[in-house]
């Protein structure tokens, strides 16, 4: 019997996006909290005394802006080499060679795949537990080609790892790196697939294992709920057992709030507090990072709108007071809708009204939405990639922020209104 570790995505040192400092939001284990899931991962190790670990890409956000990076790896590597525990790493397309100006030597006991073409782990404590190691490094950041084809054949009578870097097709809205099917993978032989890439967790099959672990913290709030790694054992037979081990420090959620039963701020304000006590209980001493985002009709839409800001901050207070420096709200969005009865006769019959009912209907014009959004397209395309991340799907017509963004459009106009009757 033997037991691994599959991490991959660490992003180390990666910088949490969309953050607003102020009194009583949890910056300092923000801003730490890529290093603290590294040193949880290497406690995990030492605690359920496995053999080896193996990282599947993108250990590093990028290139590092100077040496502390790399030194508070080796350092956490250094703890992992008394307890004689092997690492072997492929590096991903953050991470890829052609990024990475500054590097440091690597201990004895950590193995970078190379880049260029796939190779077998060496080293032989591997050997001796009866396991094989396959995996290639990017060379750039942009690999395109499918690798999996030239991958060592499995070494019979071992249990043969492959450590891959890689969007498998059907996962849609990533980078198309390295892209394979679930066909080219069983045909190797191997027995687990550890990729990374995709940073939400996912077993995309048994037999062979083909597994997503994930990153191991999340950076915004495109990435929601428990961030880890698998510990895998694998029986005398070569069964594998799998648990998904938890190692982030600070957990991002949406905190989505229905405003139809309420009538006004004070009750708004009951309402959330509630609601984070909830939140509390589900992740039980998390700091988490939520963005709150207000939908439904709203009686008080308009009271809502005329002072957001003020609305904001009321609730980051209502935060502080639930858990003090616990809860960081990033973003409240108001994503509310003003009763029917209460926008038509402000419209009237102008070109603002025009608008209002072309952004309401929308929702059911099927083919003029998705004009709209391939109008949308070449914006995408120039957007940079950090940007992009914490966006997510905005180009297809039915997910969740599609649906936001109209709510939102008829706050926007509501919102202009109002700035232009107050002047
Ligand atoms: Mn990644």
């Given at each position: 019997?033997?037991?691994?570790?599959?991490?991959?995505?660490l992003h180390l040192d990666s910088p949490l996006l969309g953050l607003e400092r102020y009194a009583g939001a949890p910056v300092e284990a923000m801003r730490s909290a890529t290093r603290r899931a590294l040193e949880n991962l290497v406690q995990l190790a030492l605690d359920r005394r496995v053999d080896f670990l193996v990282i599947a890409g993108d250990l590093y956000d990028g290139d590092w802006k100077d040496y502390h990076t790399g030194l508070f790896f080796s350092q956490q590597m250094g703890r992992l080499?008394?307890?004689?525990?092997?690492?072997?790493?492929?590096?991903?397309?953050?991470?890829?060679?052609?990024?990475?100006?500054?590097?440091l030597r690597l201990p004895e006991h950590v193995e970078l795949l190379p880049p260029g073409r796939a190779a077998t782990a060496q080293n032989p404590r591997l050997r001796s537990l009866g396991v094989a190691v396959h995996g290639r490094s990017f060379a750039e950041a942009a690999e395109t080609q499918n690798m999996v084809p030239e991958y060592p054949a499995a070494v019979p009578g071992v249990y043969n790892i492959g450590l891959l870097h890689s969007s498998l097709v059907g996962t849609e809205g990533?980078?198309?790196?390295?892209?394979?099917?679930?066909?080219?993978?069983?045909?190797?032989?191997?027995?687990?697939?550890?990729?990374?890439?995709?940073?939400l967790r996912a077993i995309m099959s048994q037999d062979p294992w083909v597994v997503y672990s994930g990153n191991t913290q999340g950076r915004h709030v495109r990435e929601?709920?428990?961030?880890?790694?698998?510990?895998?054992?694998?029986?005398?037979?070569?069964?594998?057992?799998?648990?998904?081990?938890?190692?982030?420090?600070?957990r991002w959620e949406v905190c989505r709030l229905a405003v139809d039963e309420l009538e006004s701020l004070e009750e708004l304000y009951t309402a959330f507090a509630q609601q984070l006590r909830h939140w509390r209980k589900q992740h039980p001493g998390f700091p988490l990072a939520l963005r709150v985002v207000l939908s439904g009709v709203c009686s008080f839409q308009e009271t809502l709108l005329a002072d957001e800001e003020r609305v904001t901050q009321e609730l980051r207070a209502v935060a502080n007071d639930v858990a003090p420096g616990e809860l960081w709200l990033e973003k409240v969005q108001i994503r509310s809708t003003a009763p029917a009865a209460d926008v038509?006769?402000?419209?009237g019959e102008g070109p603002v009204a025009a608008i209002h009912e072309y952004v309401q209907?929308?929702?059911?014009?099927?083919?003029?939405?998705?004009?709209?959004?391939?109008?949308?397209?070449d914006l995408k395309r120039k957007l940079p990639h950090e940007v992009l991340e914490s966006l997510g799907d905005f180009l297809r017509a039915d997910?969740?922020?599609?649906?936001?963004?109209?709510?939102?459009?008829?706050?926007?106009?509501?919102?202009?209104?109002?700035?232009?009757?107050?002047?």
């Open positions: 019997m033997f037991r691994f570790i599959h991490a991959a995505d080499a008394a307890a004689e525990i092997p690492v072997v790493m492929i590096a991903g397309n953050h991470d890829a060679a052609s990024r990475m100006t500054r590097s990533h980078d198309p790196y390295a892209p394979c099917s679930l066909d080219d993978l069983r045909s190797k032989n191997y027995d687990y697939w550890a990729l990374g890439h995709i940073h929601c709920g428990a961030k880890g790694c698998y510990l895998v054992t694998v029986n005398d037979l070569g069964v594998a057992t799998l648990e998904f081990e938890p190692l982030d420090v600070i038509s006769p402000r419209l209907q929308l929702p059911n014009r099927s083919e003029e939405l998705a004009l709209l959004l391939t109008e949308l397209a997910s969740p922020e599609v649906t936001d963004w109209l709510a939102g459009a008829e706050a926007t106009i509501l919102r202009q209104m109002g700035a232009r009757q107050a002047e």
